[in-house]
Nanobody, 123 residues
């Protein structure tokens, strides 16, 4: 089992920044991929970014490229999402997730999820 706890959400004005954290515990493995997803009201949960524990290779949704940066702690204990130049359309609940598989973008490939943290961007 893997436990994930997100933090760092909040209310920010458009153009501002937030840094989300995801504390990971339990049976984390070097083979895991860690991802961030988000879900806005009335919309499906969508992929934002992911990082492989072992190699540090990162992946981004087009909406996140150039504005968001995903990173990891060396001890496989935490994953971060630095979000800059935030827009009102970034408003959503952001979820941290973990998968032992190779797929990165599909949410149904992720086995473990945190409870989510709310990000609200005002215009």
């Amino acid at each position: 089992q893997v436990q994930l706890v997100e933090s760092g959400g909040g209310l920010v004005q458009a153009g501002g920044s937030l840094r989300l954290s995801c504390a990971a515990s339990g049976r984390t493995s070097n083979s895991y991929t860690m991802g961030w997803f988000r879900q806005a009201p009335g919309k499906e949960r969508e992929f934002v970014a992911a990082i492989r524990w072992s190699s540090g290779i990162t992946y981004y949704a087009d909406s996140a490229k150039g504005r968001f940066t995903i990173s990891r702690a060396n001890a496989r204990s935490a994953v971060y999402l630095q979000m800059n130049s935030l827009k009102p359309e970034d408003t959503a609940v952001y979820y941290c997730a973990a998968t032992p598989g190779q797929s990165v973008f599909r949410r149904d490939e992720y086995d473990y999820w945190g409870q989510g943290t709310q990000v609200t961007v005002s215009s």
